[in-house]
């Protein structure tokens, strides 16, 4: 009989497409992590309840007592059980954008008592260290979780004190996406009061659809700034898993795009932070 011989071929992960690309790419740059990590995509995305720390002090005891808020180490953040009687369908709204998914909670009256938002979100943003005084920009700020927080940490505490006195500060939200700033503008009117964003000496919560890749913009206009935030826009591995067909169409070149496009924000973000300040990337 004859012998033959079978050569195997495979394309090198840089060429691969498709689920065996990304699976490939991923392989090559977390090793064994990776199956640990890709059962974790999977995994729904658990939810904190962050409390609106704009409330009254009796709204703030009856959302205690309603959900059973169990403290995290995460300030403002708890665990909580959804009350027997669930949610209004009609005063619920989910978003999600990119790797960030919130549950946002409409006003019946006054303003949306809390949201929910993955831990993953909160920690971020309180990385960050926003105290009251700071100047703060959100590059990247819809859906909205953060930049909520954001505001929280720099404006909450002065307001507790006293909501008439003077606000120091001011949270700068960008999106280039006009559609997604006009839905963020939306929400931080359901959650903050409207002092900060309607002062008569202009607001102390702005927003602004700037483009991150050009180097002069309306971000500079509000800067330079203490603290920056930059949640860029990445390939969304979730999203990927969850999207229909959207993994199939996956190429190294699409993390190419994202990643020139990422660095450029990036650089142009360090331009509007002033000397001593801070920038999270993530």
Same mark, same amino acid.
């Given at each position: ?6 050569? +195997? ?25 990776? =199956? #640990? ?28 007592? %309603?959900? *059973?808020?169990?403290? !995290?180490?995460?300030? &403002?953040?708890? *665990? ?16 999600? /954008? ?30 960050? &260290? +926003? ?7 959100? =590059? ?44 963020? $503008?939306? !929400? ?15 607001? $102390?919560? +702005?927003?602004? !659809?700037?483009?991150?890749? !050009? ?30 067909? %959207? ?6 070149? #699409?993390? /190419?795009?994202?990643?020139? $496009? ?11 932070? $002033? ?8």
């Amino acid at each position: 009989g004859s012998l033959k011989l079978w050569i +195997a071929l495979r394309a090198p992960f840089w060429m691969a497409r498709g689920k065996d690309g990304w699976h490939q790419e991923h392989e090559a740059n977390f090793g064994e992590r990776w =199956v #640990t990590l890709h059962k974790a995509l999977h995994r729904d995305v658990e939810f904190l309840l962050y409390a609106n720390p704009f409330l009254p002090v009796q709204a703030g005891q009856n959302l205690q007592q %309603k959900f *059973c808020l169990e403290d !995290t180490p995460l300030p &403002g953040s708890y *665990c909580f059980e959804v009350p027997e009687e669930g949610f209004a369908r009609r005063h619920v709204s989910s978003t999600e /954008k990119g790797d960030e998914g919130v549950i946002y909670v409409e006003p019946q009256s006054g303003l949306s008592p809390f949201f929910l938002v993955d831990g993953a979100s909160i920690i971020v943003a309180l990385a960050l &260290g +926003a105290e009251e005084g700071d100047r703060v920009l959100d =590059v990247s700020a819809a859906p909205g979780g953060k930049a909520l927080i954001l505001a929280s940490e720099i404006f909450a505490r002065s307001w507790q004190r006293d909501p008439h006195a003077e606000l120091r500060g001011k949270l700068v939200c960008n999106d280039v996406s006009k559609a997604d700033a006009a839905e963020l $503008r939306r !929400t931080l009117r359901d959650f903050l009061p409207v002092e900060l964003l309607e002062p008569s000496n202009g607001p $102390r919560v +702005a927003m602004t !659809t700037a483009d991150p890749g !050009t180097p002069s913009n309306t971000m500079e206009r509000h800067g330079p700034y203490d603290r920056i935030l930059l949640d860029a826009p990445c390939t969304a591995d979730r999203q990927l898993l969850r999207q229909e067909g %959207k993994l199939e169409r996956w190429s190294r070149g #699409t993390n /190419k795009v994202s990643s020139d $496009r990422q660095l450029k924000w990036l650089r142009n973000a360090l331009w509007l932070l $002033r000397e001593g300040g801070l920038l999270v990337y993530c």
